[in-house]
């Protein structure tokens, strides 16, 4: 017999099959009660099947937006197969955990939570994400995030994909999936060079749910010419207007992404051969937005002689601030409207009489 049949996982290969850290799981154990049931020589952590299948109770749980503590009442109880009483499995009988709540912290103020025992809190709630400053956002915000901190890649999936599905692409973009990004974007800002590896894999796992939100080949519903969707030059952030390219999509009006920092002259010959019913340039900083481009971009003018049309121009994202669009340009303030106006210019284009 293995050892690992006598005695059970150790928790480093526990931790590699949940994808958490070991320190994670002594945390759980400490604060929560979340400890194998037996220990050998009353020391060393040896995971049973049993132990095993609480964890990832727990894990399962917390992605989906649960507290930590009352996540793991539930998952306690499931093992025993009653109601909690707040022993400590493996302990003498009337001992407690050491704590049964997350301790205050910077991310996570207050104390004890009184909402109902073994239900998740409401849908707004400051809150941690496995240490991330989310501060009072949806519950699925704080499920993500802890996904994301485990690099829980099917976790995420699922979560994304449940979000557009309960909320919609514009919800679950503006208030589960972009207060995330920017947690994660502002926790590895502050920490050096940690998290960024939770930052890409978030990243990626958005970028793919956002390309599924609408079925490949998904058309337009009237022949109109397609939206034109371009970082400016030096501009990496592309996320915002995949959001964008899927709510399009969703309306059954066609794109033509071009992605992240586009030269001035690739793009400037796009828009010439395209002939786009509109062009929005996403500028994330100040120091990426270039108005000169958008100003020749909006004065590019294509069709035949006598019938000539311009793009309509879309200033979309935060570093176009501080100064007024120009004639001939919009400046969104946020996804829902850049979706908005540009059905409407859209519809306008599909209805207006032959010159």
């Known amino acids: 017999m293995t050892e690992t049949a006598t005695y059970g996982l150790t928790t480093g290969a526990v931790a590699r099959r949940l994808g958490v850290s070991p320190t994670t799981l002594r945390s759980w154990d400490r604060r929560y009660g979340m400890g194998p049931a037996a220990r050998e020589g009353g020391r060393h952590r040896r995971w049973a099947p049993e132990d095993v299948a609480m964890l990832e109770e727990m894990c399962r749980l917390t992605a989906s937006g649960a507290p930590p503590a009352e996540a793991a009442r539930i998952a306690r109880a499931a093992r025993t197969g009653a109601e909690d009483s707040g022993a400590v499995p493996g302990t003498a009988p009337g001992a407690r955990a050491r704590s049964t709540e997350p301790e205050p912290s910077p991310d996570r103020p207050g104390g004890p939570r009184r909402d109902r025992p073994g239900l998740p809190g409401p849908a707004r709630q400051p809150g941690s994400g496995n240490g991330l400053p989310l501060g009072d956002v949806r519950r699925e915000c704080r499920g993500l995030a802890r996904a994301a901190v485990r690099l829980d890649g099917p976790a995420l999936d699922a979560l994304l994909r449940d979000a557009v599905a309960d909320h919609g692409l514009v919800t ?184």
């Open 172 to 355: 679950a973009w503006e208030e589960v999936m972009a207060p995330t990004l920017h947690a994660v974007g502002r926790k590895w800002e502050s920490s050096g060079d940690r998290y960024v590896e939770v930052e890409h894999l978030l990243s990626w796992h958005v970028s793919t749910a956002l390309r599924q939100v609408a079925p490949a080949g998904h058309g337009s519903p009237a022949p109109v010419p397609p939206v034109l969707l371009a970082c400016v030059p030096g501009e990496q952030h592309t996320l915002p207007l995949e959001a964008l390219a899927a709510g399009l999509s969703e309306r059954g009006l066609p794109t033509r992404m071009f992605g992240a920092a586009v030269p001035a002259e690739a793009l400037d010959a796009a828009v010439r051969r395209m002939g786009p019913a509109a062009v929005v340039l996403w500028s994330q900083a100040r120091s990426t937005a270039n108005h000169a481009l958008a100003r020749h971009v909006a004065g590019s003018s294509f069709g035949v002689k006598g019938a000539r049309t311009r793009p309509l121009i879309l200033l979309a994202g935060p570093g176009w601030a501080g100064r007024g669009p120009e004639p001939g340009m919009l400046r969104p303030g946020g996804l829902r409207e850049a979706l908005d106006a540009l059905s409407h210019h859209a519809g306008a284009r599909i209805t207006a009489p032959p010159v």
